[in-house]
């Protein structure tokens, strides 16, 4: 080896004497070429001595804490290029020893080995010889970056089955976080009629909550004013409008789902003042009417501190055969130019309840 290094720094002297630009176009190419693979041939051989001074001990005689930063302070590396230049040398004497002999013949780039060595270090060990060999065969194509990519899926070319399961495993790790990390937040603003509707699904429950969505978020027609978001927000009001409706949903403190609403007549009459929600939120008295349009009013008497002295029985509107009747009469909405089939629509009074309209065919209509 010594007579070997002694002949290239003697070669090399004899090359510096010659002036590079005297060399014509194609000799100038010769010699970068014989230069590249001579170049490639001496990192191999470095890295493997920089093996052999880690092996043997050397950096520890002579006073160093580690081979890093023996090299760092013998040669005036970086930290960061004498730990990759250990790592490398290591890596190619123990897992890619194909990858070690095609840099010492000059059929790679030590960049190129350093994408093997990476990629094949993420495999488990009963697959690295062959991914090592199957991304040499690819360094004469392809570059550093382009192996890179390549390197990341090779476990599916070495071993396609540990590819798949892995990939089955991946993919179920990952709907198990989706899954564990849903959420739905409800936020009301403070000093604003909105509520912040944010969260979480995952992509199971989000193809169902799409599926019921979809079909109610088309356009109206040609003079739809609506953007893509208020068509979503509004379909998913009318997914669970339809759902209440449906009498399928669970009890809840033993009643059926409902929306508590408390107004006093006045208010809701003459649409002046506001309501309050269970959870404490004020509603407009025009919305409180809205949603008593079609409802189950529960009438209850309360005294000035807001007891409760009488509660009346409920009066369940526009079901059974009167709403059959409505379906059967309007056939969906009765609204001009509305099309919504009869399933999507309630039964509603064309003089409210409220103002004492009757519950009776000839004061419903469909919407």
């Known amino acids: 080896m010594d007579d070997r ?28 070429d014989l230069l590249e693979a001579h170049a490639r041939w001496v990192e191999a051989m470095r890295l493997e001595l920089i093996r052999g001074v880690d092996a043997s001990g050397i950096p520890a005689a002579q006073g ?8 760092r302070e013998r040669y005036r590396l970086l930290p960061g290029a004498a730990s990759k230049q250990v790592r490398l040398a290591a890596a190619l004497d ?38 090592d060999e199957y991304l040499v065969g690819l360094a004469g194509e392809f570059g550093p970056k382009e192996l890179a990519g390549l390197g990341e899926r090779v476990l599916e070319v070495v071993a396609p089955e540990e590819a798949e399961a892995r990939a089955l495993a991946a993919l179920e790790r990952a709907e198990e976080r989706a899954h564990a990390g849903r959420e739905l937040r409800l936020s009301p603003l ?13 992509r199971e429950a989000a ?16 003079g739809e004013v609506r953007s893509p978001g208020q068509r979503r927000a509004d379909a998913l009001v009318e ?7 449906s009498g399928g949903l669970p009890d809840n403190g033993g009643d059926r789902p409902q929306v ?21 939120q004020l509603l407009s008295a025009a919305a409180a009417r809205r949603l008593a349009c079609d409802a189950a009013i529960l009438p209850a008497v309360l005294d000035g501190a807001g007891q409760v002295l009488d509660v009346g029985r409920q009066q369940r509107l526009f079901t059974g055969p009167l709403r059959r009747a409505l379906v059967l009469r309007d056939k969906g909405c009765a609204f001009p130019s509305c099309d919504r089939p009869p399933r999507w629509c309630e039964g509603h009074h064309v003089i409210h309840w409220a103002d004492g309209g009757p519950t009776n065919r000839d004061n419903a209509a469909s919407s």
């Open 5 to 32: 290094v002694a002949v290239l720094a003697r070669a090399l002297e004899e090359c510096r004497a010659v002036s590079v630009w005297a060399l014509s176009g194609p000799a100038a190419v010769d010699a970068l």
């Open 64 to 71: 160093a804490t580690s081979t890093v930063g023996w090299l």
């Open 94 to 131: 123990r897992e890619c020893p194909v990858t070690a002999g095609a840099l010492a013949a000059g059929a790679l780039n030590v960049k190129q080995a350093e994408v093997i060595v990476d990629a094949v270090a993420k495999l488990p060990a009963e697959y690295r010889a062959r991914a």
């Open 190 to 202: 403070p000093g604003e009629g909105r509520v912040r509707v944010a969260g979480w699904l995952d």
């Open 207 to 222: 193809a169902v909550v799409t599926a019921a969505l979809d079909p109610l978020c088309a356009p109206r027609g040609g």
């Open 239 to 245: 997914v669970c409008r339809i759902a209440c409706a």
């Open 260 to 280: 508590v609403v408390t107004v006093d007549y006045d208010t809701l009459r003459d649409q002046v003042g506001a309501a309050t929600l269970d959870d404490g």
